[in-house]
């Protein structure tokens, strides 16, 4: 069920700072129309730590009232407070959500027991695949693998998001895993050596702007044509770099903007991009046709 290309959504607002449910449909629209396996609302690239959790569900709803079943729904429900978590969870697995993505708990950094309990709570509560998501870049602290490999053992807990940057931790989480684990790449730019590997594919930033090319890419390496997906790996690689030119979701959001899909709006404090280096995103997007 999680293979492939599953695109962390972004969330359009409006001038006003409120979500654009016209163009998040829109969005919706260029994905599903794009052959994507899957898309994954209220991620960090969905700005979701400047959203309210009742924006979160209302996020949440439009993409299971669009999507309608026809490809799966991982909603992003984490928080560093466990009793959140549990309670964004369920609202979401009552929207219909095929799975939960959730997040290392961050800022308060919690033990390597601290996260087993809060992620084995959250398992206990709810009758919903869960995903757990390793970001020690935001989160402040890695997720080991003896403790992935322990909460894998919990039959709601189906996978893992790797976005430590740690191709070592992701190889050993592969080689020890139960078969129905799945391991996502939480990078672009590690899909292809991770699949290679073993891994089932990517929760993915670029694909807001290329998932026709992402599903293409991927498909292909799942296919074990490695000498061909190596070469589009190598082709897409400058897109991948030019979406974190500056801090996630800041320049996929400009992308889209400049593609005319959506108003060029963040949360404080996000923000748009300095100019220099908006130019460096523009020469990248010219260099795809992509404007």
């Not at 890419?217 to 979406?243: I, N, W």
């Amino acid at each position: 069920m999680f293979k492939g290309v599953f695109t962390a959504l972004i969330t359009p607002f409006k001038d006003n700072g409120d979500i654009d449910e016209l163009s998040l449909r829109k969005l919706i629209d260029f994905q599903l129309e794009a052959g994507i396996h899957g898309l994954v609302p209220m991620g960090t690239t969905g700005e979701s730590p400047t959203l309210n959790h009742d924006e979160h569900i209302k996020a949440i709803s439009i993409v299971t009232d669009h999507v309608k079943g026809k490809v799966p729904i991982i909603a992003g429900t984490g928080s560093n407070c466990t009793r959140e978590a549990i309670n964004l969870t369920k609202r979401a697995m009552d929207l219909g959500v095929t799975a939960s993505l959730q997040v290392a708990p961050y800022y308060n950094k919690p033990t390597q027991e601290g996260f087993f309990r809060h992620f084995t709570a959250i398992a206990d509560s709810v009758n919903l695949p869960l995903i757990v998501y390793n970001i020690p870049g935001r989160s402040g602290k890695n997720i080991e693998n003896s403790t992935t490999l322990k909460l894998a053992e919990h039959p709601n807990i189906v996978g893992v998001k790797e976005a430590s940057g740690d191709i070592g931790q992701m190889m050993d989480i592969i080689l020890k895993k139960p078969k129905s684990f799945f391991v996502l790449s939480g990078d672009d730019n590690l899909t292809f050596p991770l699949i290679v590997l073993g891994g089932s594919g990517v929760i993915s930033v670029a694909s807001n702007i290329v998932p026709d090319r992402m599903v293409a890419f991927c498909e292909t390496a799942l296919q074990g044509d490695y000498v061909k997906a190596r070469s589009m790996h190598y082709t897409l690689l400058p897109l991948f770099k030019a979406m974190f030119i500056e801090t996630n979701p800041m320049p996929v959001k400009a992308s889209l903007a400049l593609m005319g899909m959506i108003n060029e709006v963040y949360r404080l404090p996000m923000c748009p991009m300095v100019p220099e280096n908006k130019e460096k995103l523009i020469a990248v997007l010219k260099q795809y046709k992509l404007i």
